[in-house]
């Protein structure tokens, strides 16, 4: 009971967050809100898809399977009352492990972003006017981009969100690899008191 509720819990949080990176990639595309006329001028970093494919399509896989863990049939296996459930738990850590190279993508994608900042006009052409994270701290700097209009606000934010959201992926992810380790070694069957071994629940 207790391995595969959390794994339900797990992927419960897994799919808000995917759908949440999926959108704060998404609006990247639209510096400060608005289409520009250039696919070019778009950070390159953003073209990368890390909150749309690592912490968002390849997070739905993990998510399906650790919500589904619970209901697992526990009980059918070989005339094995565990091995089922065992079998299910294994393969769960498969797609946790999945789950945090997805999201390790994104988090690293983010941090990179965050260090380089925004590509941006400066006045003569568009370039990465900053390095080293230098314009975290200063504000003056950020008179660098000319435009799009709020660039740098627009990806400090929407890059600092991925930075969290996948770091929290990879976390929760990380906790199902033990937890699937613990379910494959334990069984984690009381399930089966309730089925009462002739298969029905
Ligand atoms: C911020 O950058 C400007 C422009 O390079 C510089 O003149 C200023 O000293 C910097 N401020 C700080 C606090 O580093």
Redesign the pocket.
């Known amino acids: 009971m207790c391995t595969g509720g959390c794994a339900k819990c797990l992927g419960t949080t897994l799919i808000p967050l995917a759908v949440l990176c999926t959108l704060a990639n998404i609006l990247l595309f639209f510096p400060g809100g608005k289409v520009v006329e250039n696919n070019v001028h778009i950070t390159n970093e953003v073209w990368y898809f890390g909150g749309i494919l690592g912490s968002g399509v390849l997070m739905i896989f993990p998510a399906l399977v650790f919500l589904g863990l619970k209901n697992n049939d526990c009980c059918g296996c070989c005339g094995n009352e565990s091995c089922g459930k065992r079998f299910a738990m294994f393969s769960s850590i498969i797609f946790a492990a999945v789950g945090v190279l997805g999201a390790g993508y994104c988090f690293v994608l983010s941090a990179v972003a965050l260090n380089r900042g925004p590509k941006c006009y400066n006045g003569t052409e568009w370039t990465y006017p900053f390095q080293d994270g230098n314009y975290l701290?200063?504000h003056?700097?950020w008179n660098a981009c000319q435009s799009p209009e709020n660039i740098v606000p627009w990806n400090l934010t929407l890059f600092s969100l991925l930075l969290v959201m996948s770091g929290i992926q990879v976390v929760l992810c990380g906790i199902q690899v033990v937890n699937g380790l613990l379910g494959t070694i334990c069984g984690d069957c009381q399930c089966c008191g309730c089925c009462g071994g002739d298969g029905t629940v």
Do not use: P, R
Request: glycine share 0%.
């Open positions: 701290a200063n003056t700097l």
